[in-house]
């Protein structure tokens, strides 16, 4: 009862918090004098990528405590969080070529980040058909667990490429908060805030859905 009284107030702080977001974005964080309006997008491209890293290291873990454990709550933690992590994963893609455009004058350029965010998207999206295409569930669980685990050290290389690699891609996260407005920076962190609480939200009923499947079929 507690956990369910404790996952409908995170339900409703993420319905909350999302239009929150979008109001700190759009009104209380100061307007970006060479990009303009089109900066706005930045908050929810950079929170989406932050969440979307921290629910494929959630998936890493629980492929780990499954091999080892066998347990269904691991499974099914690190497919909610695989397929959640791949969600955000997608936003970061498609909100990134609105931004580069009028920024770079491209759509898509094959910089060091945005090519080994690809590769990652492909990684994860192929976790999620692996998981449609095999019905044992033990094989499902142990061959997705492997490419979990595997998959999951993309995730640095595209946090450090651009340390790796020289990259167009702009640096925010460093000493000073990359040269951000304190406002900037507040907003930013308020939309992280929001795309975390709905990452916790969505995992939750993902893996509720699934445990429910997995006690009708052993029923029948």
Known sequence: ????????????????????????????????????????????????????????????????????????????????????????CTVVLMTGPLWARPTWGVWWTWDPRLTTTLILWFIYAGYVFLRKFIDDPDKRGKYCAVLGIIGFFDVPIVFLSIRFWRTIHPNVVQSGGGGLHPDMRTAMFVALGAFTLLYISLANKRVRLAKLEREYYTAE
């Open 1 to 88: 009862m507690l956990k369910s009284k404790l996952f409908f107030v995170i339900d409703v702080l993420a319905i909350v918090m999302i239009p929150v977001a979008l109001w700190f974005a759009f009104f209380y964080a100061p307007l970006e004098l060479r990009m303009g309006a089109i900066q706005k997008i930045f908050y929810f491209h950079v929170a989406s990528a932050w969440v979307g890293f921290a629910a494929l290291f959630v998936t890493f873990v629980c492929s780990i405590i499954f091999l080892i454990k066998r347990n269904h709550f691991s499974d099914d933690l690190a497919a909610a969080s695989a397929g959640i992590g791949l969600l955000f």
